[in-house]
């Protein structure tokens, strides 16, 4: 990864990326739902670089595999934040571990890393594609639906070739669309984006070292090709050269259709690495910096992007330079200025204003501003090493609270964050070296010869000028950003679920085993508190080993009320006083017991007794007993958004996948 100095044509940085495992929200490491230890598919929707030996499963909804059924899977649901910045901030712990450490002179490599997250609107399933139908609604689900699919093949595409026309581009993208693109498998960026990577130029100014960039079919090299993946190898819908350079130069806007699959460009969350560098990244990050692009035509039946990166290029190309800015959400609703200031005074976490999407556009909009980027120093961590941060008191693994985003439209959304971890060596300066330096010796080349002795006797250095500006990353499976319900106005809300999978610290690795996620939470009583976790049904690894509790293969979760964090044995539900001073605003009806018995049964009993949102009560004769591991309970569970009537402290655990000397499943939550 490279970060861009200047015009386009001047000076960039590159950065390399290697193992990096995202563990809260449950990254996916391209896996899907595989009982296989190694991922069927390492391109199945990005190019991760990592591993095939990581990751964890989407999440099944209940107690069996989802299959075929999109249905049955699970999608994390977590309530946003609300539109006051300062009291009303929904948090998020993500987690990760990454292999060759960063976060000071010390880690023996420059290095940074950067979160992003992706939304669409409709957060639910209704409108997850259901077959391959020629009608426009099938069509432009399967394109622009954002999911984790059901099958862990590749969509298919069909690319440019040189010379094509307008006629020959309509007639390549209607097969994309109608023909290529498939509702079982998985989809994040578009294929409308992708193709724009294959027809534009390569940036000719970057730093290739003497990595031979080969011409694609439209006969030139295009931004599919970088010196980490020279061969031009695709990976789902992703843009090679996007996910290599940051901040990148271009829009990365992957789609027009602003209704019912309204979709944000990558929204940059946070930048960790040489605070000295902050200023930088937040003046040209998309969040707040407009981009340019070459623009040929609007029209449906031409190509409307050109190959040219800048704007002289761009004009004898016959297009314009047109200039985009990017939204964490546009109001269609919101029709005038007047009704859009409106908007903007009724909070003040984001900034709301009346403007164009693109320059060449005669129609103006109701946008609401991407957040400012958050930078800030890296975690500090041992290189070759897949463990937890010397910057952590605590011994956890690299973490960073952030805040999920406020979306004033009230829509559901559904998301998916990816995770990048760059290091590059400091033999050349990554932020100075373009291409002129390229296939420059003295500069870098691969495993070179040295004589260092000055005798002639020369030495070999493993070095991979490929490897020493990589890009590696990791993402979360698709998960959905709820709107708040009035009784959380004027709240903090903390996530606090369950990370990790099923099997011994060897078997999962270089995933982990299970544990709650942040294990220890220190709130107020005017905090609240959702509890959830999601787990999968084929983490049996296909006898590579599953060693655990229960029925193989299955991941499961509760909670419990215990006196001490050095015992193992929770006490009764009667006796479990903590939950005398909660209730739930998801289900208001429950009582503090009624909460403890769904968190201790996964939601196999949803209360003691029956409420406004639960019909299956603790004695109901119509269920059979819960089975002891928890074996017939749902692998996932919503839980309950908690609310605190008095302080206190939860100490708590789970279960089944206590196992004394093998692994802890424990948490601790303080109520001030």
């Given amino acids: 990864m490279w970060v861009l100095q200047g015009t386009i044509f001047l000076l ?47 999440g099944d909804r209940f107690s069996s595999e989802g299959g075929s059924r999109p249905e049955r899977f699970y999608s994390m649901q977590y309530y946003g934040s609300g539109p006051s910045s300062s009291q009303e901030g929904s948090k998020l712990m ?54 984790d699919g059901t099958s862990t093949d590749t969509q298919k595409y069909s690319e440019p070739r040189k010379g094509e026309s307008d006629r020959s581009y309509s007639s390549r993208m209607e097969k994309n669309y109608e023909d290529n693109s498939d509702y079982k498998e998985g989809l994040h960026e578009t294929v409308y984006w992708y193709d724009q990577c294959r027809y534009r130029e390569a940036n000719g100014g970057l730093f290739t070292a003497d990595q031979d960039l080969k011409k694609d079919k439209v006969g030139y090299v295009t931004a599919s090709r970088t010196r980490q993946n020279n061969n031009g190898d695709r990976s789902g819908y992703e843009c090679p050269e996007e996910r290599d350079y940051f901040p990148y130069w271009q829009p990365t806007m992957q789609s027009e259709n602003l209704d019912r699959f309204q979709r944000t460009p990558w929204i940059d969350l946070a ?17 707040r910096q407009s981009k340019w692009r070459c623009v040929l035509s609007r029209d449906s039946d031409e190509r409307p992007y050109g190959r040219a990166i800048n704007e002289e290029d761009c004009e004898e190309e016959g297009g314009n330079w047109v200039e985009f800015v990017s939204f964490l959400e546009v109001l269609t609703e919101v029709t005038s200025e007047s009704a859009c200031k409106a908007e903007q005074r009724k909070g003040t976490r984001n900034k709301i204003f009346w403007t164009k999407l693109r320059s060449d556009d005669s129609k103006e909009y109701c946008v609401v501003q991407a957040p400012e980027i958050t930078c800030d120093e890296a975690p500090w961590t041992r290189v070759n090493h897949l463990g937890n941060s010397g910057d952590s008191k605590s011994a956890d693994s690299s973490r960073l609270e952030v805040e999920l985003p406020y979306f004033p439209s009230g829509e559901a959304k559904r998301c998916t964050l990816r995770l990048r971890y760059n290091i590059t060596t400091a033999d050349y300066d990554p932020w100075t070296t373009d291409s002129k330096s390229n296939d420059d010796d003295d500069v870098i080349e691969n495993n070179p010869e040295v ?32 709107p708040r319900t009035p009784e959380m106005s004027n709240k903090r809300i903390y996530n606090l679920n369950v990370r990790g999978k099923r099997g011994n610290i060897v078997q999962t690795f270089p995933a982990v085993e299970y544990d709650f996620i942040p294990d220890k939470l220190e709130v107020s009583r005017e905090d609240l508190v959702h509890v959830q976790w999601t787990g999968s049904n084929s983490h049996d690894n296909n006898n590579d080993g599953d060693d655990g509790q229960g029925k193989g293969g299955t991941d499961r979760h509760n909670m419990l009320q215990f006196r001490s964090l050095d015992e193992n044995y ?14 739930s605003l998801t289900d208001p009806d429950a009582t503090g017991e009624d909460i403890a018995v769904g968190l201790a049964t996964s939601g196999y009993y949803c209360a003691k007794r029956e409420t406004g949102k639960c019909p299956s009560k603790l004695t109901s004769s119509r269920k059979r007993n819960l089975d002891d591991e928890l074996d017939n309970a749902p692998a996932s569970y919503f839980g309950h958004v908690l609310k605190f009537t008095k302080s206190g402290t939860l100490l708590y655990m789970c279960s089944r996948n206590n196992n004394f000397s093998n692994r802890s499943q424990k948490g601790k939550l303080i109520v001030k």
Wanted: aromatic share 10%; proline share 2%.
């Fill in 12 to 58: 960039f940085c590159t950065l390399v990326l290697s193992d990096v495992y995202l563990h809260n929200p449950r990254g996916s490491n391209n896996r899907l739902d595989e009982n296989t230890a190694n991922r069927k598919n390492n391109n199945r929707l990005f190019d991760s670089q990592n591993n095939n030996k990581g990751g964890y499963n989407t």
């Fill in 94 to 147: 993500v987690e990760w571990t990454n292999q060759h450490g960063c976060g000071s002179d010390e880690s023996k490599l420059l290095c940074n890393l950067v979160i992003q997250y992706m939304c669409q609107s409709n957060g639910t399933h209704e409108d997850y594609p259901r077959g391959n139908g020629g009608r426009w609604d099938d069509v432009e689900e399967r394109t622009l639906y954002m999911r």
């Fill in 271 to 287: 930048w960790m690495g040489d605070k000295s560098k902050c200023n930088y990244i937040k003046q040209n990050s998309f969040n």
């Fill in 451 to 482: 004589d260092v002795l000055e005798n002639g006797d020369e030495l070999q250095l493993a070095l991979n000028t490929a490897q020493t500006g990589r890009t590696f990353q990791d993402r979360s499976h698709v998960f959905v950003v709820l």
């Fill in 570 to 583: 929770p006490v009764k539900i009667s006796q479990a006083g903590f939950w005398d001073g909660v209730r």
